[in-house]
């Protein structure tokens, strides 16, 4: 049963436009959320985050937006550097339960383009 | 932030054996965390390491398989026991400085069983 997913696999962008990499969760009680980038050898990197009182939490390029009735979020990076290639992972985690367990997505490799 | 440190940074193993990894955080935390990441795969929590008790393990793990100790507030370490190749993953620390706050990850044990 996976409660949160990354449907796109990989995103390919060109410098300079607009990445955008999406996140589904089917678990009612999360109300936490957070964006980590991996590159390879380096554990993740925290990006930004967001609560369910929120629909939209900004951080210098990048955003992220929040549709609690359709259980979706998505990341917004723009615009897109080379060093912005990694592996992005959405998190979620429901903060009254479960220890303060984070459950992450599958992640979507993200290649910007020069 | 926090920075957290972990040794080593990469092992290669022979199954059977056992291989404990360490984590060291620059200040005191409340919350300490074990996850996996097989090859391919999302992070996937191993278990909650508490201070002074039993860790609180997930579903599918064990402490006879992972033995975790967490003696004070800035370190734990995790034991990968009677290993196989299935065991071959990057294992990482994450901390909580407060509970409820962004979980921050170390570099990550990359470990190779043969």
């Known amino acids: 049963d996976q409660q949160v997913k990354q449907n796109s696999p990989s995103l390919s962008v060109q410098e300079g436009r607009i990445s955008i990499l999406n996140c589904d969760y089917t678990?009612?009680?999360?109300?936490?959320f957070l964006w980590y980038k991996k590159y390879p050898a380096e554990g993740p990197t925290f990006l930004i985050s967001?609560?369910?009182?929120?629909d939209k939490n900004e951080d210098g390029r990048f955003t992220v937006f929040l549709n609690k009735s359709a259980k979706h979020l998505s990341l917004h990076i723009v615009p897109s550097q080379p060093g912005d290639s990694a592996v992005y992972f959405c998190?979620?985690?429901?903060?009254?339960?479960?220890?303060?367990?984070?459950?992450f997505g599958g992640g979507t490799r993200v290649l910007v383009k020069p | 932030s926090a920075v957290i440190s972990q040794k080593p940074s990469r092992d290669i193993c022979q199954r059977g054996t056992s291989l404990t990894i360490q984590c060291q955080v620059d200040?005191?935390?409340?919350?300490m965390f074990w996850y996996r990441q097989q090859p391919g795969q999302s992070l996937t929590l191993i278990a909650t390491?508490?201070?002074?008790?039993?860790?609180?393990?997930e579903s599918g793990f064990v402490i006879d398989k992972f033995p975790i100790s967490r003696p004070n507030l800035t370190f734990s370490t995790l034991t990968v026991s009677n290993m196989s190749p299935e065991d071959s993953s990057i294992y990482l620390c994450?901390?909580?400085?407060?509970?409820?706050?962004?979980?921050?990850f170390g570099p990550g044990t990359r470990l190779l069983v043969l």
């Open positions: 998190a979620a985690k429901a903060e009254e339960a479960a220890g303060n367990k984070l459950t």
């Open positions: 967001i609560s369910s009182i929120k």
């Open positions: 678990n009612s009680m999360f109300d936490y």
């Open positions: 390491a508490n201070q002074g008790s039993e860790a609180t393990y």
């Open positions: 994450s901390v909580e400085r407060l509970s409820g706050e962004t979980q921050y």
């Open positions: 200040s005191q935390v409340t919350m």
